[in-house]
């Protein structure tokens, strides 16, 4: 007789395994980690990964998709909440410089499935995606139908970047800092019109 598999235990169970697969690329970079490893640091067997996931490619996949999702998720969350343009554009910095640690996290892991990707097609059509959704969302927060929107949420997406990769060659990155210049440059590119 087959076994019956519940569905939350398996939704959760492979939760469990995209966060340690994410804090073991974190730690020892997606070139350097294998599946081994990411099974050890989840306490599973490398066939739980391969059966959930079918190789470490299809692993990054799941950790950069759930990511994207959460952040995503988190920032429309708090710009909903903002009663004011101004507190929308200072919580949509605080957003994307989270915590040291979150931000410093995630930007690692970022960029290492952007190299990953660049070799990878099913890779960079995850990639495309993740671009996609980001454009969304800083579309929603230059408005929709701004006048020239499309290209101050291109301006917005590249500040953003530009920071978080100085934010990750920074050797003691101080959080209000770049949540500063972030705002800053939000506001110019916002008030100035891209």
Same mark, same amino acid.
């Given at each position: 007789?087959?076994?019956?598999? #519940?569905? *939350?235990?398996?939704?959760?169970?492979?939760?469990?395994?995209?966060?340690?697969?994410?804090?073991?690329?974190?730690?020892?970079? $997606?070139? +350097?980690?294998?599946?081994?490893?990411?099974?050890?640091?989840? +306490?599973?067997?490398?066939?739980?990964?391969?059966?959930?996931? +079918?190789?470490?490619?299809?692993?990054?996949?799941?950790?950069?998709?759930?990511?994207?999702? =959460? *952040?995503?998720?988190?920032?429309?969350?708090?710009?909903?909440?903002?009663?004011?343009?101004?507190?929308?554009?200072?919580?949509?910095?605080? #957003?994307?410089?989270?915590?040291?640690?979150? @931000?410093?996290?995630?930007? @690692?892991? $970022?960029?290492?499935? %952007?190299?990953?990707?660049? !070799?990878?097609?099913?890779?960079?059509?995850?990639?495309?995606?993740? #671009?996609?959704?980001?454009?969304?969302?800083?579309?929603? %927060?230059?408005?929709? =139908?701004?006048? +020239?929107?499309?290209?101050?949420?291109?301006? &917005?997406?590249?500040?953003?970047?530009?920071?978080?990769? !100085?934010? &990750?060659?920074?050797?003691?990155?101080?959080? @209000?800092?770049?949540?500063?210049?972030?705002?800053?440059?939000? @506001?110019?590119?916002?008030?100035?019109?891209?």
């Amino acid at each position: 007789m087959a076994r019956r598999v #519940n569905p *939350i235990q398996e939704r959760q169970r492979r939760t469990a395994l995209e966060r340690a697969a994410y804090l073991a690329i974190f730690e020892q970079g $997606y070139a +350097g980690v294998t599946l081994e490893r990411i099974a050890a640091h989840a +306490g599973v067997s490398k066939g739980t990964l391969v059966y959930h996931f +079918g190789s470490k490619e299809g692993l990054l996949a799941a950790v950069m998709r759930r990511f994207v999702r =959460t *952040i995503a998720a988190a920032t429309r969350r708090a710009l909903r909440l903002a009663p004011t343009p101004q507190e929308r554009l200072r919580a949509y910095a605080e #957003n994307q410089f989270y915590s040291v640690e979150s @931000t410093r996290r995630f930007y @690692t892991v $970022y960029l290492d499935f %952007l190299a990953a990707s660049s !070799r990878d097609p099913a890779l960079m059509a995850l990639q495309r995606a993740f #671009n996609e959704e980001t454009y969304r969302l800083d579309l929603e %927060l230059v408005g929709l =139908t701004s006048s +020239g929107a499309a290209d101050r949420a291109w301006h &917005l997406r590249a500040l953003v970047d530009g920071l978080s990769v !100085r934010f &990750l060659s920074d050797p003691a990155p101080d959080l @209000t800092h770049y949540r500063a210049l972030c705002l800053a440059g939000l @506001t110019r590119l916002l008030e100035q019109g891209g």
